[in-house]
């Protein structure tokens, strides 16, 4: 498992990144916030996430090892994948996220494109006991 990757911004995009580190170029998913962080820079550090299925190896990148920690926390809720994970946190702030959980705020987090009454509710009652400030 990998914990981080360093390397020169090869390519970014909102959506991903492409960092070159010693000739080989890592194709790193990352949300708006990571690119806001990241935005102006020309070598960057990701914690990354790597998810490995039947058809592929995918990474999930972060600017903070905060976001990868709510992150992973995320995915652990069922019906909540990677891709939903990662649209939450391009939706808003990991501090709001977790208030939101905390404070069982289940129509803030329905206002996330995929996330219905149903896997909100599972969400706060999966995570709220984990929520750490």
């Known amino acids: 498992m990998y914990a981080y990757i360093k390397g020169k911004v090869a390519e970014k995009n909102p959506a991903f990144v492409v960092l070159d580190n010693n000739g080989i170029g890592y194709h790193i998913n990352i949300s708006l916030n990571t690119y806001t962080k990241i935005q102006n820079e020309t070598e960057i550090k990701l914690h990354v996430h790597q998810q490995i ?4 190896h995918t990474f999930y990148g972060f600017a903070e090892v905060s976001e990868k920690q709510l992150f992973q926390q995320l ?3 069922s019906g909540v994948g990677c891709s939903t994970a990662r649209i939450i946190l391009s939706s808003m702030q990991a501090s709001d996220i977790q208030h939101a959980i905390i404070q069982e705020n289940e129509k803030l987090l329905e206002k ?3 996330i219905g009454p149903k896997t909100a509710k599972r969400m706060i009652l ?3 006991d984990k929520m750490i400030f």
């Open 126 to 128: 999966e995570l709220k």
């Open 53 to 56: 299925t039947e058809d592929a």
């Open 75 to 77: 995915i652990s809720v």
């Open 112 to 114: 996330v494109k995929g």
